[in-house]
């Protein structure tokens, strides 16, 4: 993965993080995703964190 499109998604619920790709052309907001939190067992809403 191209380092320059790396994001880091962190947990709203636990120190959880995830890393993925952003497509910043057609992004410009930070992203919110619901995703699986395997800390919790749970969905929990992941949010764009400063890297």
Do not use: G, Y
């Amino acid at each position: 993965m191209s380092q320059i499109r790396l994001i880091k998604l962190k947990s709203t619920k636990s120190p959880h993080v995830i890393w993925t790709r952003k497509n910043k052309k057609t992004t410009e907001r930070k992203i919110e995703l619901t995703k699986f939190d395997p800390t919790l067992r749970k969905r929990v809403v992941f949010k764009e964190a400063k890297k």
